[in-house]
């Protein structure tokens, strides 16, 4: 059992590593050289930074751990939204969450919170009805996401990003033509994609071997699983309003690190947990 736990630290340090020094720094310089903003930066990186959720749900599911993977999405979702706030707390970014379109994505993240909290509190069985009502309330989260930041942000960012546009224009004629930047780091997610599937995979024969050979229950793995796969959204969180504080537009960076935020809990629960369901069910 020791040499377990020994695999899964250094799985979930693996990951870490990963996403710090590699998935972040493609993610931040393939969003500059496509001058994407804030918002959609966010989107990008909460579907990256959801890839080893997706992992472990996956194999979790294939192995008949269904269980493991409600409670995998459950803490990974509770997880995300406390790393978010220490993100915020620790960057003294609290003034710009009045904004109401902060608001309205944190109300729809502590959504994602409640509706699993609520399948495994009232011990709701999972089953095929919950893959088209996933998808559905994915859909709607998503437009209301989109409308909320057209009427309340829209104006806002568009002022603070001129600034942050011109730089990106400079730094782009010193590295190249946009087109052979775009595939390079292309490229590189496809490869960083590769090294976290590998990763995913050994982390989940290391839980599924404490679960079968030494009788850890399923929600325990599902909370391990959590914290392991919510780490690569701890750094993006402080990655993204560091990177903005260094430029002073820490609004940018609050806006980046809440869709991170937001995406990869609606993904986690509508999406992957509807993933899990299917294959779990197949």
Excluded: W
Excluded at 167 to 172: A, D, K, L, N, W
Excluded at 189 to 217: H, M, R, T, W
């Amino acid at each position: 059992m020791f040499l377990e736990i020994i695999k899964f630290i250094i799985y979930s340090l693996l990951i870490v590593v990963i996403a710090k020094y590699l998935l972040v720094r493609v993610l931040r310089s393939l969003a500059e050289s496509l001058e994407l903003n804030p918002k959609t930066i966010g989107n990008i990186t909460g579907i990256a930074t959801s890839i080893p959720e997706l992992l472990t749900v996956i194999f979790s599911a294939i192995t008949g751990f269904l269980n493991t993977s409600i409670f995998n999405i459950l803490s990974s979702n509770v997880i995300n939204l406390i790393q978010y706030g220490g993100a915020i707390g620790l960057n003294k970014n609290q003034k710009y969450l009045r904004n109401k379109a902060i608001i309205i994505d944190l109300i729809l993240c502590g959504i994602t919170i409640l509706i699993p909290a609520a399948i495994v509190g009232f011990q709701i069985e999972v089953n095929l009805f919950f893959v088209p009502i996933f998808l559905f309330l994915a859909i709607i989260f998503y437009k209301i996401n989109t409308n909320s930041h057209k009427l309340y942000l829209e104006k806002e960012e568009k002022s603070i990003e001129q600034e942050e546009l011109e730089e990106i224009q400079r730094e782009e004629k010193r590295i190249g033509t946009k087109t052979i930047v775009v595939l390079k780091y292309a490229f590189f997610l496809i490869i960083i994609g590769i090294i976290l599937y590998f990763v995913g995979d050994k982390l989940s024969i290391a839980l599924e071997n404490l679960c079968n050979q030494f009788g850890v229950p399923e929600f325990v793995l599902g909370i391990l699983l959590g914290f392991a796969t919510s780490l690569p959204e701890l750094i993006t969180f402080f990655e993204s309003q560091k990177h903005y504080r260094e430029v002073e537009n820490k609004f940018l960076g609050v806006v980046e690190s809440t869709n991170n935020l937001l995406t990869s809990n609606i993904l986690n629960l509508f999406i992957i947990q509807s993933i899990g369901i299917l294959l779990y069910l197949l």
